[in-house]
C-alpha cells in the first residue's frame, strides 16, 4: 500500500503553481475491493467454479451484445466471487480490458476485485496484477481528492472524477470533467503528450483511456500495443493454463 502511495506521490511532484479550472469530484465513488481484503482467504484452485465462472464469460461474450451489454458485470459477480486465486488471477486483466473496450466500467471494477483476491506471489506475476492494481488503487483514491491547487494535481482529480462519474451513468459530465482535467494536465510541468487511445474517440472507452493516461497508469492497463478486440474467454483460459503450469513448476523445483 506504501508503494502506491509512493507512486501517486511522484506522480504529483514538480507541477507548476499556477490558476486551473476546478470542479466538485463526485461523492460516493465504487466500492473497489475493500470488501475482498476482509474476505476469507481464497484457495488456490483450480476449482469446478473456476469452469462455471468461465463459460458463463464464454456464453456472454457470443451473446448478442457481448460483454458490452450492462448487464454483464451483474452476472459474472456472484459466481467469481466464488473462484481460485488461479481463476481470478487469469481474469482480472481480461475483464478489465473488456470493460474497457466496451465502455463497461463495472466490468473493469470487477477485475480490481479480483486482482485483489490473488495473494499467491506466482500469480500475481503470471497474471500482470501489480500494475492493475496499481492503477485501481489510484483511481480509488484520487477519485476521493478535490481538485488541487495546481495543474498536475487537479488534472489528476479530474480526471478521476471524470472516471468515477463515467461509472456512475453520468457521460456527459465525465466528458466535461475530463476535457477540463486535459487542459490542466497540457499546464503540468511533467506532463507528456497523450498517446493515440487505442478504441474509437466517439466510444466510452475513448473517456476512460484518457483518463487512464493523466493518471499515470501503467500502458497494460489501457491496451497500449494489444489488440482493440480482445478475446477474453480465450485470455481466460490461456492465463489459467499458464498460472497452473507456474505453479507446477514452482512445486518441481
Known amino acids: 500500500m506504501i508503494r502506491h502511495i509512493i507512486i501517486i506521490t511522484i506522480a504529483l511532484a514538480g507541477c507548476k503553481k499556477a490558476p486551473v ?11 473497489w475491493w475493500e470488501a475482498d481484503q476482509a474476505a476469507a482467504p481464497v484457495p488456490l484452485g483450480p476449482s469446478d467454479a ?4 468461465w463459460l458463463r464469460v464464454k456464453e456472454i461474450q457470443t451473446s448478442r451484445q457481448g460483454l458490452a451489454a450492462g448487464s454483464a458485470a451483474d452476472e459474472l459477480e456472484p459466481l ?6 488461479i481463476w481470478s488471477s487469469a481474469a482480472a486483466m481480461p475483464l478489465f480490458h473488456a470493460g474497457l473496450t466496451n465502455g463497461q466500467g463495472e466490468l473493469m471494477e470487477l477485475g480490481c476485485t479480483l486482482a485483489a483476491r490473488v495473494d499467491n506471489p506466482t500469480l500475481i506475476r503470471v497474471g500482470e496484477l501489480e500494475p492493475l492494481l496499481a492503477g485501481c488503487y489510484i483511481l480509488r483514491q484520487t477519485a476521493q481528492t478535490a481538485a488541487g491547487p495546481d495543474a498536475c494535481a ?3 482529480a479530474g480526471a478521476a472524477a ?3 462519474a463515467m461509472l456512475l451513468g453520468d457521460e456527459s459530465n465525465a466528458k466535461k470533467t475530463l476535457a477540463k482535467a486535459v487542459r490542466a494536465w497540457s499546464g503540468c510541468e511533467n506532463s507528456h503528450a497523450l498517446r493515440e487511445a487505442p ?15 493523466v493518471l499515470g497508469t501503467d500502458p497494460s492497463l489501457w491496451l497500449d500495443g494489444r489488440r482493440t ?13 499458464a498460472g497452473v503450469s507456474a505453479l507446477n513448476t514452482l512445486a518441481i523445483r
Not at 473456476?50 to 465462472?53: G, L, M, P, T, V
Request: no cysteine.
Open 21 to 31: 479550472e476546478t470542479w466538485e469530484v463526485l461523492p460516493d465513488g465504487p466500492p
Open 50 to 53: 473456476d469452469e462455471i465462472a
Open 80 to 85: 467469481v466471487h466464488q473462484t481460485s486465486q
Open 154 to 156: 487537479t488534472a489528476t
Open 162 to 164: 471524470g472516471y468515477n
Open 199 to 213: 478504441v474509437s474517440p466517439d466510444s466510452r472507452g475513448f473517456t476512460m483511456v484518457v483518463a487512464l493516461q
Open 229 to 241: 478486440s480482445p478475446n477474453t474467454a480465450l485470455d481466460i483460459k490461456q492465463g489459467m493454463k
